[in-house]
């Protein structure tokens, strides 16, 4: 599995596409893998989405939804993997620049940027297979690093100007 095949799995066709239609799709695809390449591609899944367990990506998911879990945060964080490599880094870099995001997938017209269980798929089609379980890869530390964000509304707006602008509280 190399990075770049890596990335063409979990990368949504289209902004507004269902998390629905992205886990099928998803699990379609994996489940054509041999288990050792599904491996591969739940420990890269780990990886990755421990680089965005970042305090000031988890502002950004306040501002965007109220997001106040870690399960709902593991969520949002699996949601901006399936924007693909180029916006997961940009995120990474600067959580506001998701301000500029043109289109979210919608439930009852609001943005809906969670994507439920995407990252237990490869871990149910290879229990499926071999009765065992994937070795556990925490997508995460006991806390996200840096600094908490401020859910002042003052420094919310001057923290993530965009996002601010783009969902105001």
């Not at 050792?36 to 965007?64: C, H, N, P």
Request: proline content about 6%; overall charge negative; hydrophobic content about 40%.
């Amino acid at each position: 599995m190399t990075e770049t095949h890596f990335w063409a799995l979990v990368t949504r066709d289209q902004p507004e596409q269902s998390s629905a239609d992205l886990e099928l799709r998803l699990r379609e695809q994996l489940q054509v893998l041999d288990d050792e390449t599904l491996k591969t591609f739940d420990k890269m899944l780990g990886q990755q989405l421990r680089r965005s367990y970042l305090w000031s990506v988890w502002g950004a998911a306040y501002i965007i939804t109220g997001c106040d879990s870690d399960y709902a945060f593991a969520e949002f964080r699996c949601f901006l993997l399936s924007l693909g490599q180029q916006w997961y880094d940009k995120v990474i870099a600067n959580p506001d620049c998701l301000g500029e995001l043109a289109q979210w997938p919608l439930v009852d017209n609001y943005a809906y940027p969670f994507m439920e269980d995407y990252d237990l798929i490869a871990g149910k089609i290879y229990e499926d297979r071999n009765g065992d379980e994937l070795p556990f890869m925490p997508s995460g530390l006991n806390t996200p690093v840096g600094k908490k964000f401020s859910t002042k509304p003052k420094v919310m707006r001057q923290t993530y100007p965009l996002l601010s602008a783009r969902f105001p509280f």
